[in-house]
């Protein structure tokens, strides 16, 4: 089985895949002390209750923006797993999306596999909007080419500049409000901050899609996508598995298939 792990900026994914279907995803909080043993103690807790066992697990693939925590999860590959990881971003590995930017190094891991994981499902010129840390719209040509793109601040980021510059703003969780017009601090809040990103999206996109000039189909992702499910006017389609589905592709792609299975 292939054990397929997103290291982001704040959420780390872990994903199981059985050779047909994912059988089982869990999220942890990203912390780059956490050692090959911690992460193995977590995670064999966890493959228990779908029974099964670090034994179980015969592959590893691996995408990480945070570089301080890619030593411990190669580490839990290769102590636990008794493999060696496919890492995206690591000479030798291919991944198969073209580059059309002016450093193409500049171009995200997380990114790239985004950009892989839609082109496996859709079809045409891609905008892929990606929903965690920062807000990314990213955009892949109708022949697989990762374009370039934007980042904006994730919404996790303006909630917590909100609480934390202004004194009389509380932490709140992030929520569609009942009403456009907060009939309280709370609600008014929680209204600019769901139906600004809403709206920045939208204007994004829109403004994209005019420069671009051609039909472009827009996929949303990330840890907080399904919050505008509904609200948005521009995604077609929401689509949580797109980061893992472009790892299992990575792996195929660099002959996991063959190797393990």
């Not at 059988?23 to 992460?39: N, P």
């Not at 103690?41 to 179980?56: A, C």
Request: hydrophobic letters at 45%; a negative charge; one cysteine or more.
């Amino acid at each position: 089985m292939l054990l397929a792990i997103d290291c982001g900026n704040t959420n780390t994914l872990f994903a199981v895949h059985d050779g047909e279907s994912w059988i089982a995803q869990w999220r942890t909080a990203t912390y780059t002390a956490r050692t090959a043993d911690e992460y193995a103690v977590w995670l064999q807790q966890l493959l228990s209750l779908q029974e099964l066992s670090l034994k179980d697990l015969d592959a590893c693939v691996i995408s990480s923006v945070v570089p301080q925590s890619l030593f411990n999860l190669r580490n839990l590959a290769r102590r636990y797993l008794e493999t060696e990881p496919v890492v995206v971003g690591e000479p030798g590995v291919e991944i198969g999306v073209g580059v059309n930017l002016e450093t193409p190094s500049e171009a995200g891991a997380d990114r790239l596999v985004n950009a892989l994981g839609c082109r496996v499902k859709y079809d045409g010129a891609l905008v892929i909007v990606d929903s965690g840390t920062a807000t990314t719209l990213d955009v892949v040509s109708a022949d697989g080419a990762f374009e370039g793109g934007i980042i904006a601040p994730g919404i996790n980021l303006s909630m917590q500049a909100l609480h934390t510059a202004a004194a009389q703003l509380p932490r709140i969780a992030i929520e569609r409000p009942p009403h456009v017009i907060g009939r309280n601090t709370v609600q008014a809040m929680q209204s600019g901050v769901f139906w600004g990103y809403v709206n920045l999206i939208d204007g994004l996109v829109a403004q994209v899609k005019a420069e671009y000039a051609q039909p472009m189909t827009v996929i949303a992702t990330g840890g907080v996508a399904s919050l505008f499910e509904g609200a948005s006017r521009t995604v077609d389609h929401y689509d949580a598995d797109v980061t893992i589905r472009g790892l299992h592709e990575v792996w195929r792609r660099n002959g996991g298939d063959r190797r393990d299975g």
